[in-house]
């Protein structure tokens, strides 16, 4: 099969928890097709990554978690969206809420809630789309207002933040009427805070991604994190879209397509060229994304890195679609879930020059 193997080695970092992480893949593998159909709270994909402590991964030593280095946190990240990418962006959302609470540790709230995920008393999930790729204002931001010294109110809601429903705590952001900003670890119980019923979503519908409404919830010192700041943007670790991880996720499922069209093409002499090419592409993307998760990238070049793997994503898994031929269109078969999946990173945490550039790429310019 052209220069590349029959069974293509994707995964380049060594990990220590190897046998681990192939018991856990394997099991989220297995209950990844029955949690698309179901579309409920998918508990046989969220329950294995718990119990294997997955939570702890992105959470400093200092704050008992396991600092897991970067590249191979990323690459773990891939590996499971290779498995099940309902499982892998779940997670995602959760680590994305860990990592503003502990740039925000000085803050004891911060603390308090850190210590209560890594012991697994709490559940988090970051709400920030109000304030990067989803701006809403008017009636749906998430304003806030001073009532008295250090207190304020909130009112309006978070668009989409996944996991909702199970949240016991919202990493989420609001705008000031003279345009300050604030970060904030809002708990769900707070009376005001309701989750509005689960999006129908063309995939990925058991990530219960649903909007939060928030109305006239009141917060003081102790729930903030970063701000009252006029660009709180500015702050690391406060908000930020198309990072490594979101990448990840997308070269994860390509995983998973070109390793199933590889084996098509054991047996298929018209599948051998477009596979070793898919899988010439997908080893350049990926050998890019280890580069950024050492640190040897700029932001450019994860701008650069996102939409590569936005384009392999679409490529490898209607190829795959395409072989499996009408078999791949059941709702039974893998072929017709990834290729629905691969439309996420189109427009999940998507800025405009990384639309713009998906949008040109489908209409037949060449992307530089």
């Not at 269109?329 to 713009?356: E, G, K, M, N, Y």
Request: hydrophobic share 45%.
């Amino acid at each position: 099969m052209g220069d590349n193997a029959a069974e293509p080695r994707f995964w380049t970092e060594i990990d220590p928890l190897e046998s681990a992480i192939a018991e856990l893949t394997n099991a989220l593998r297995e209950a990844d097709g029955p949690a698309d159909l179901s579309g409920d709270w998918p508990e046989p994909l969220w329950s294995p990554i718990r119990d294997a402590g997955v939570a702890r991964w992105s959470i400093p030593v200092e704050h008992g978690g396991e600092a897991c280095p970067r590249p191979l946190l990323i690459q773990r990240y891939a590996r499971l969206a290779e498995a099940s990418l309902t499982s892998a962006f779940i997670l995602s959302q959760h680590d994305a809420a860990t990592r503003r609470l502990t740039a925000a540790a000085d803050r004891p709230a911060a603390r308090d809630w850190l210590a209560s995920i890594v012991d697994g008393r709490a559940f988090a999930t970051v709400g920030i789309s109000q304030l990067t790729t989803s701006r809403r204002l008017g009636a749906k931001a998430l304003v806030a207002t001073e009532i008295g010294p250090g207190r304020y109110r909130l009112d309006g809601g978070m668009p989409w933040v996944t996991a909702a429903e199970r949240a016991d705590v919202f990493i989420t952001g609001a705008i000031f009427d003279d345009g300050r900003q604030v970060l904030l670890a809002l708990p769900g119980d707070r009376p005001g805070v309701a989750v509005k019923p689960a999006f129908e979503l063309a995939a990925l519908q058991a990530s219960r991604t649903a909007e939060v409404v928030v109305d006239g919830v009141e917060i003081d010192e102790a729930d903030i994190l970063i701000g009252p700041t006029r660009d709180i943007s500015s702050q690391p670790g406060a908000v930020g879209t198309a990072g490594l991880e979101t990448s990840a996720l997308a070269l994860g499922q390509s995983a998973a397509a070109i390793g199933a069209l590889a084996m098509l093409a054991a047996d298929r002499d018209d599948l051998v060229e477009p596979f070793d090419l898919l899988f010439d592409n997908w080893k350049q993307a990926w050998s890019s994304l280890m580069r950024c998760a050492r640190g040897e990238g700029d932001a450019s070049a994860a701008g650069e890195l996102r939409i590569q793997a936005n384009g392999l994503v679409s490529r490898s898994t209607q190829a795959y679609l395409t072989a499996r031929k009408g078999r791949g269109f059941l709702r039974s078969d893998p072929a017709q879930r990834w290729a629905r999946q691969a439309l996420f990173f189109l427009v999940w945490s998507c800025p405009t020059p990384i639309a713009q550039a998906a949008i040109r790429e489908l209409a037949g310019f060449c992307v530089d």
